[in-house]
Nanobody
């Protein structure tokens, strides 16, 4: 399975961007998919996740009500719509996917539980 993230760029505070993550390979084996981000000098943190079967979404506290995850299973693509961007959202954004369903909600938040990772796309928000 290969994941390709795209859509990053430079945007002013208050603006919007939409990231895409397209999967190729054994995509039918994918279960939850998620977004993480990593700012310089910081740990990679959970942004959000979406379940394949139900479309249920989860979000990190810092992005709730501003970011929306969606998924088009027919296109093997996941999206991250980011609105009202803030300078603190500046980071490299990574998409990830798991090859098995998670047993708990909590599992979606942990980066070690994901099996496949994209290369990352840089989002820079200027003030």
């Amino acid at each position: 399975v290969q994941l390709q993230a795209s859509g990053g760029g430079l945007v002013q505070a208050g603006g919007s961007l939409r990231l895409s993550c397209t999967a190729s390979g054994r995509t039918l084996s994918l279960y939850p998919m998620g977004w993480f981000r990593q700012a310089p000098g910081k740990e990679r943190e959970f942004v959000g996740a979406i379940k394949r079967s139900t479309g249920m979404t989860l979000y990190g506290d810092s992005v709730k009500s501003r970011f929306t995850i969606s998924r088009d299973n027919a296109k093997n693509t996941m999206y991250l719509q980011m609105n009202n961007l803030k300078p603190e959202d500046t980071a490299v954004y990574f998409c990830a996917a798991a090859g098995r369903p998670f047993a708990s909600i909590r599992s979606h938040y942990t980066k070690q539980n994901y099996d496949y990772w994209g290369q990352g796309t840089l989002v820079t928000v200027s003030s």
